[in-house]
């Protein structure tokens, strides 16, 4: 059954990795080498070779490279100016009119590329300079370009979502459709919050000038045609594809990557230096991704072995928790791992050992998996060691501080918070459209 001690010392281990600057995918492959040496002496490399075919023969994780590959051709295609340009058109009038516009786009965006990071930075590159034009607060400048960046973890054909249903033994097109109704409500408050704001205080976010709409009706609404409407289609295609169990999600996927090719044949912007700056990124990207999968996978299969999970089982029946209290104490885990952690790491560690503890106390687990990834998305957002701010840095105006993003991004983590009370208070709200699901 292994040594207890040993699955206790791994997660220090890890996390003083981790601090003295070594990258989380080889924290966890140094930790896990170095306790399964331990337990298992000369063999370790063969016992944890197995780990290593285990990820490599998973079918579903096909379908990564193909969603990345999706959206970063969906961000070469010239598609981000003109969909920004549509939502300013609609939503500018309004106050704060352009965060509303970014909020949006982002929503559309994080539909295409499902990553953080190449939301964020993709939209906060036009709308930051847009808002700085017409005065825009600071820190609702930080805190629409973060939050809307963190709408990748939710909105389908999220890969977070893909790698928890994946580690959680879950149906990809299960999740999918519990996340959806979660991920509208999300933009909703989002942009409810800064529509509110701006309306109250009108000098934070001013209505953009009316000579800045001078155009025809029969112009703004072709560019909303031609911008905003392939996009949805494509993403509605791959997702209601999987969700209609009309596809595998590796097969969806294969056809969102082809169809972003035509679509960005479409807009003439498809070259040689373009195909191959995509194919550069998803290379890049995917292998970070299966790197830290791998790391994850070695470090809690050794966990295991270890006795990690009887050590925790045995940890929280001696707690004599109610089923509400246990998902209270694990969402607050995943959200304060994740000031160290990123989100592969966080579900891959977490997931293997929490599952069966929620499935044996009668917990249904598609729902509690949409309430992690909604604690996985706030984490992006929360101070000091947020991932979103960090990415904001890299595209801030010199103006901008620290200080500013942190206070930003705070009444964003409120909604996120919310809506997480409302998906618990509300089961229905995920597990809804999951009846639906393959009909």
Sequence with gaps: MGDPLLAGLMFPTLFLLILLGLPVAFSLIVTAFGFALLAFGDIAPAQLYRFVDKVASQPTFAAIPLFVFMGAMLER???????????????????????LAALSMCAIFAAGTGIVGAVEVMVGMMAIPAMKKYNYSNDLIAGTICAGGSLGTMIPPSIVVVVY?????????????????????????????????CALRPQDGPPVADEDFAMPMREKIWITLTSLLPALALVLAVVGSII??????????????????????????????????????????????????????????????????????STILAMDLSSGELILIVLLIIMILGFVLDWISIVLICVPIYDPLLRAAGIDPVWFAV?????LQTSYLTPPMAPSLF???????????????????????????????????????ALWLTSFVGI
């Design 165 to 197: 249903a994946t580690q959680g033994q879950l149906s990809i097109g299960d999740l999918f459709a519990a996340v959806i109704i979660p991920s509208i409500l999300m933009v909703a408050c989002f942009l409810g919050y800064a529509l509110a704001r």
């Design 77 to 99: 295609s010239g598609i981000a100016a003109r969909l920004f340009e549509a939502m300013r058109l609609w939503l500018g009038r309004l106050p704060g009119g352009l965060s």
């Design 371 to 375: 309430l992690a990834i909604i604690a």
């Design 391 to 429: 990415y904001l840095r890299s595209i801030a105006p010199p103006d901008m501080s620290y200080r500013q993003m942190a206070l930003g991004v705070m009444p964003f983590v409120a909604c996120q918070v919310l809506v997480m009370l409302i998906v618990y208070l509300f089961p229905g709200t």
């Design 244 to 313: 209609a169990g009309i596809a595998a999600p590796t097969e969806a996927a294969g056809v969102g990557a082809l169809g972003t090719i035509i679509l960005t044949l479409f807009y003439r912007r498809l070259t040689i230096e373009v195909l191959w700056s995509a194919t550069r990124a998803t290379l890049v990207i995917t292998a970070m991704v299966m790197l830290i999968v791998v790391g994850g996978t070695m470090f809690t299969s050794i966990f295991q072995i270890n006795g990690g999970r009887q050590l925790i089982q």
